[in-house]
């Protein structure tokens, strides 16, 4: 089942979205988390903390579940 997590701005970081979805507990654990675990942004794989996502992105990590983005 896909998990929505709402953003209030129109782009969010990966490493944002991490904590917001209450997958890490800061920020600071985003590197770590990103070279530990598989995380697919849209069907490809990526793991930049960095990486841009908007509403309607989802984002899959084994293990903890499937997001979309949304407003």
Do not use: C, Y
Not at 40 to 62: A, C, T, W, Y
């Amino acid at each position: 089942m896909e998990k929505n997590v709402i953003i209030e701005t129109d782009i969010i970081t990966l490493g944002q979205f991490l904590k917001l979805a209450e997958i890490i507990q800061s920020g600071g654990m985003a590197k770590w988390f990103l070279s530990e675990h598989d995380v697919f942004v849209n069907g490809e794989q990526d793991q930049r903390r960095g990486r841009k996502l908007s509403v309607g992105d989802r984002i899959e990590i084994p293990g903890f579940g499937i997001f979309v983005v949304s407003h």
